[in-house]
């Protein structure tokens, strides 16, 4: 693993919560705060983003949980106002073909539903810090979360939807098959499928995009924030932090 993440500092939904930050905890963290206007300070100056947030982790000593909100919310202002111009709204949808990034919206929203920290990135997409990706399991909270999605889709009215699971991830061929079923109870057009590489798909996909990854971001066209809406509008944002971001020469 990585030095950014060391092993010492458990991560959302390791150890039954012992030993992790609350949102408000968070947000009251001076030293957290600090370290990300100097690391959005030097990414705005090219400097190595990984090496860059090694070195701020260490001078302020951040736990996992704190440098993984950092990972995952900061960034410089030229990648932040070019995934900007590529987020629409949910209103933009309707007719389009749409591809979800599966388990990276699921998990977004399963965060929001439980309470875990989520972050409004500096780009303007709402993203967890959990990293449970590889260790997720299907559970009550992702037939909410799914429930949620189908909601959305029934409102934005895509011309077809394609949900995208991540086959290596246990039971995503049960996940996928699940997302059939309730498209078509719902008389939703669409499919579902747990593939190897689903980044191969999403990278280029002729419609819209739904995700907050920001390798599949930057490779796209138009891109929504479908698990960030689901938690503003719908879910509630308790748990999102928010950056307090300093006007320029402030």
């Known amino acids: 693993m990585s030095p950014i993440f060391p092993h010492s500092s458990p991560r959302w939904g ?31 100056r090219g400097y190595p983003r990984k090496a860059t947030l090694e070195l701020l982790g260490n001078r302020y000593r951040l736990i996992s949980d704190e440098r993984h909100l950092l990972h995952r919310g900061v960034f410089s202002s030229m990648d932040s ?9 949910i209103q933009e949808i309707r007719n389009k073909d749409l591809a979800i990034d599966g388990h990276n919206v699921l998990i977004t929203i399963e965060a929001g539903l439980s309470g875990r920290p989520l972050v409004l990135g500096d780009d303007g997409f709402v993203r967890d ?65 747990a593939v190897k590489v689903p980044e191969k798909i999403l990278i280029g996909f002729p419609g819209v995009v739904a995700t907050s990854d920001t390798a599949i971001i930057d490779q796209s066209k138009k891109v929504l924030d479908l698990a960030g809406y689901i938690i503003t509008k719908r879910i509630g944002s308790k748990s999102l932090l928010r950056w307090k971001i300093k006007p320029l020469g402030g």
């Open 14 to 44: 390791e150890g039954e919560g012992e030993g992790l930050m609350t949102s408000d905890e968070m947000l009251k963290s001076k030293d957290l705060q600090k370290a990300a206007e100097d690391f959005r300070h030097l990414l705005n």
């Open 81 to 89: 106002e070019s995934r900007r111009m590529k987020k629409i709204s």
């Open 129 to 193: 810090i959990s990293g449970l990706s590889g260790s997720f399991k299907k559970t009550e909270t992702t037939e909410k979360a799914i429930q949620f999605i189908i909601h959305a889709i029934k409102i934005m009215k895509p011309r077809q939807t394609l949900f995208l699971f991540d086959a290596p991830i246990s039971m995503s061929g049960e996940l996928a098959q699940e997302v059939r079923s309730q498209l078509k109870r719902e008389t939703l057009s669409g499919e579902a499928m």
